[in-house]
């Protein structure tokens, strides 16, 4: 991506007012949390959720981002198998919705900001002999359209 579209990006609010009043209130609070780089208490914002009402694609959904939050919680507290096995199951979550969009998070990039941030887990056979270089989480940020949800 060219520098002055990802500064342009990186200016873009995480989600708009039309998102905060299409979408449960569990969704952006843990959309909050993640950028704040709270991992945990947005996995639990999202669960909250997902053991509500949500339907089938939304649980879904929000199993799939609940993990990629684990993974980066593991990481945190220094279990990097159980983060490996975090996102290979996200990975999975995300590959069974099918989406190139759910909720407004435009799946590729987020999976592809995954990649780039956890994809040494599955190289190593023992992600515990291995020091990550720095890890960067995704920064989730809402594509401007409110989409209907099941």
Known sequence: MPATMRAVDEERPAYTQAHAAAYPVEYIAGIELYNAGEFHAAHDAWEDRWTDDAGPSEKLFLQAMIQSAVAFHHLEIGRPGAARRMYQMSKEKFARLAAPVFMSLDLADYQAQLDRSLSW????????DVMPAEIVPPKIRLLPEVMEFD
């Open 121 to 128: 887990l599955l190289d190593a056979p023992d992600p515990r």
